[in-house]
């Protein structure tokens, strides 16, 4: 986890780059969007840059026996990305769903305690701003996404747990 949390570390030094360089240049700081997004987006720096530094440093037969689940989770999640922000065609908080993915994933990964408290507290913000502030119908959909790419991710982990006992 020492590479993701390298991740997190420059994913912070970027966004604070990029409100100091706003900043600079007289221009007003979106601190909604910057609250809603940037917990979420370190946080799938961290998960990611792990997927990525474990491709890296582990044996492709390895990797793929410890990742081949949430791979295809993660593609799932990334297809319902793309039904959301590219084509519109589904009323799913992408944010709501991803939170939850990857509190899963690091659960499934046994990822140290601070992650998966960061995690839900991100679960938790996510929350509380799709109800509290953005209302809408998008965030229970996104919850109940969320829920279903987490039990597929259990189902697949559990059937790959099973198979090398």
Not at 66 to 84: C, E, S
Not at 116 to 137: F, M, R, S, T
């Amino acid at each position: 986890m020492a590479p993701a949390c390298v991740a997190a570390v420059a994913g912070t030094g970027l966004s604070l780059a990029w409100i100091g360089a706003r900043l600079l240049h007289g221009k007003a700081i979106p601190w909604f969007g910057v609250f809603y997004n940037v917990p979420i987006l370190l946080a799938f720096l961290t998960l990611g840059a792990e997927i990525l530094f474990s491709a890296w440093r582990l044996p492709r037969v390895a990797f793929l026996t410890r990742y081949r689940a949430i791979l295809a989770v993660w593609a799932v999640g990334a297809a319902l990305l793309y039904l959301r922000l590219v084509t519109r065609s589904i009323d799913v908080s992408g944010h709501a769903a991803w939170s939850v993915l990857m509190l899963a994933h690091a659960a499934a990964l046994e990822a140290p305690v601070w992650l998966l408290a960061g995690l839900l507290v991100v679960l938790a913000q996510v929350i509380a701003l799709k109800w509290l502030v953005l209302g809408g119908d998008s965030g229970a959909y996104g919850l109940l996404a969320g829920l279903l790419l987490a039990l597929g991710l259990w189902l697949l982990r559990r059937g790959q747990v099973q198979r090398h006992q």
